[in-house]
């Protein structure tokens, strides 16, 4: 977008909004207003969390059109390092309240757009957040792994299954005990585990423990001491194996 002219940038930013009017679900207001090459930016992406937008750009350029835009609470800007993991810093409007709940087919998530790596949320996953509900029956065991703010648990939780989340950050399962409670779901009818999960699939596997259900949603790369570095392209026939 660096050679387009503010009129260009203006007129792709109100098509790229135009598109998603009227297509986003019921009881939703956070998703996506613009996709990169998509919406035929270069470099540019804007997610809307109940009126707070986080704008991402892999340079040190955010076209002023964007504050112009004007219809947010508040702007922030990542500037996307090699390794993504820059935090946002807040450009224009006001900082949200604390905790800023957002809601996602009406159950309620918990963001923070100062969050370095993600703000609590992938917006990429809401169908298959969706499926999940959809999919699960009262009772229903299900195990979410890389379980990051326990979205997919969530879901599954609200759909009266017993859920089991794994991730190595306890600080994230906390985040997401709290977006169980942010449901009017009680954690402590659920199961947290921190640690490796390819440590916790052998241990399942060797006690006999089954589930109806299981999700698989690893990060592009992660580490632990357990296992190593993980690559998603690499290891991900691994996890399918245990």
């Given at each position: 977008h660096?050679n387009?002219?503010a009129?260009?940038?203006?007129?792709?930013?109100?098509?790229?909004?135009?598109?998603?009017?009227g297509?986003?679900?019921?009881?939703?207001?956070?998703?996506r207003?613009?996709?990169?090459?998509?919406?035929?930016?270069?470099?540019?992406?804007?997610?809307?969390f109940?009126?707070?937008?986080?704008?991402?750009?892999?340079?040190?350029?955010?076209?002023n059109?964007?504050a112009?835009?004007?219809h947010?609470?508040?702007?922030?800007?990542?500037r996307?390092?090699?390794e993504?993991k820059?935090?946002?810093s807040?450009?224009?409007g006001?900082a949200?309240p604390?905790?800023?709940?957002v809601?996602?087919?009406g159950?309620?998530?918990?963001?923070?757009?100062a969050?370095g790596?993600s703000?609590?949320?992938f917006l990429d996953?809401?169908?298959?957040?969706?499926?999940?509900k959809?999919?699960t029956?009262?009772?229903d065991?299900?195990l979410?792994?890389?379980?990051y703010?326990?979205?997919?648990s969530?879901?599954?939780?609200?759909?009266?299954?017993?859920?089991?989340?794994i991730d190595?950050?306890?600080?994230?399962?906390?985040w997401?005990c709290?977006?169980?409670?942010?449901?009017?779901?009680?954690?402590?009818?659920?199961?947290?585990?921190k640690?490796?999960v390819?440590?916790?699939?052998r241990f399942?596997?060797k006690k006999?423990?089954?589930?109806?259900?299981?999700?698989?949603?690893?990060?592009t790369f992660?580490?632990?001491?357990?296992?190593?570095?993980?690559?998603?392209?690499?290891n991900y026939?691994e996890?399918?194996?245990?």
């Amino acid at each position: 977008h660096m050679n387009m002219s503010a009129s260009e940038i203006s007129r792709n930013l109100s098509t790229a909004f135009g598109k998603r009017k009227g297509r986003i679900p019921p009881e939703t207001d956070a998703m996506r207003l613009v996709n990169g090459l998509g919406d035929h930016f270069r470099d540019l992406i804007i997610d809307d969390f109940a009126g707070h937008w986080i704008a991402q750009t892999k340079s040190d350029f955010l076209p002023n059109e964007v504050a112009n835009a004007g219809h947010f609470r508040s702007l922030w800007w990542k500037r996307l390092a090699k390794e993504g993991k820059g935090a946002p810093s807040l450009v224009a409007g006001s900082a949200p309240p604390s905790p800023l709940l957002v809601r996602e087919n009406g159950l309620a998530f918990e963001i923070d757009p100062a969050a370095g790596y993600s703000c609590g949320l992938f917006l990429d996953q809401r169908d298959n957040r969706a499926r999940v509900k959809e999919l699960t029956g009262p009772g229903d065991r299900i195990l979410n792994t890389f379980a990051y703010t326990c979205g997919f648990s969530v879901a599954a939780a609200s759909a009266g299954a017993v859920t089991t989340s794994i991730d190595l950050s306890g600080n994230y399962l906390e985040w997401g005990c709290r977006n169980f409670a942010h449901n009017d779901l009680d954690p402590s009818d659920h199961f947290f585990g921190k640690g490796d999960v390819f440590e916790r699939l052998r241990f399942f596997t060797k006690k006999g423990i089954r589930f109806h259900g299981i999700v698989l949603d690893p990060p592009t790369f992660s580490r632990s001491k357990e296992s190593g570095a993980f690559k998603v392209e690499k290891n991900y026939g691994e996890l399918t194996a245990i």
